[in-house]
């Protein structure tokens, strides 16, 4: 049995870890939990950004949720949360995974932070890029609402729920708290089927 360690936050991106870990039915160690944890120096020796979530998997530290949560995944083969490495499935894994993070997430965690106190000062923050960060978003999520909405299963890769659910889940949730899923019915749906899900940290503002 893995021993695993993980630094989170509630509201971070620590839930996609949190999630995955309660899927996989494995044990693990909470460090921090409280917003004191950020400035941790135990946390930067994981995560030389001092950032969340991040990860120690018997002894041996990880940082980026979605690299973490592929790794659980891998530790539980038997759960199928993730498709195997080697197959097209996998790939399709990487890359649903990738498109959520750069073509998707920017664009929310871009306009939060430049809209709330949390990361930047008043003076820093640059509220006109809310608009934009809005375009580019509701662009991508168009091209996700359309594969969704072509899925027999509901599902990313593989007809079935699996951790790429996970990581894209969270993102759309982000969209939705932001009002941007007003013309994706495909998104909608697939966030209330995840939130219908035992341990789905997930939450409708």
């Given amino acids: 049995m893995s021993r695993i360690q ?4 509630g509201p971070t991106r620590s ?9 996989a039915g494995l044990a693990y160690e909470s460090l921090g939990n409280d917003i004191e944890v950020f400035r941790s120096a135990e946390l930067r020796r994981v995560h030389p950004l001092g950032k969340l979530p991040a990860a120690v998997i018997d002894g041996r530290p990880l940082f980026e949720s979605a690299a973490i949560v592929t790794a659980i995944a891998d530790l539980v083969p038997e759960k199928e949360l993730v498709a195997r490495p080697g197959t097209w499935e996998r790939n399709l894994h990487y890359q649903w995974t990738s498109f959520v993070l ?7 965690h871009s306009s939060e932070i430049n809209t709330i106190d949390f990361v930047l000062p ?17 662009r ?3 091209v996700l609402d359309a594969v969704l909405a072509a899925s027999d299963s509901g599902y990313l890769v593989g007809e ?12 759309v949730s982000w969209g939705q708290e932001q009002g941007m899923l007003d013309a ?9 089927r995840l939130m219908q899900r035992e341990h789905c940290p997930l939450v409708w503002h």
């Fill in 122 to 138: 008043a003076e820093e923050r640059v509220p006109e890029i809310v608009e934009q960060n809005s375009r580019m978003y509701r």
């Fill in 184 to 192: 994706c019915p495909a998104l909608v749906a697939y966030l209330r």
């Fill in 102 to 108: 750069t073509e998707m997430e920017p664009y929310v």
């Fill in 15 to 23: 839930a996609r870890v949190r999630w995955t870990l309660l899927e």
């Fill in 160 to 171: 079935r729920f699996s951790v790429t659910d996970v990581i894209a889940g969270y993102t």
């Fill in 6 to 9: 993980l630094y989170e936050l």
């Fill in 140 to 142: 991508a999520a168009a």
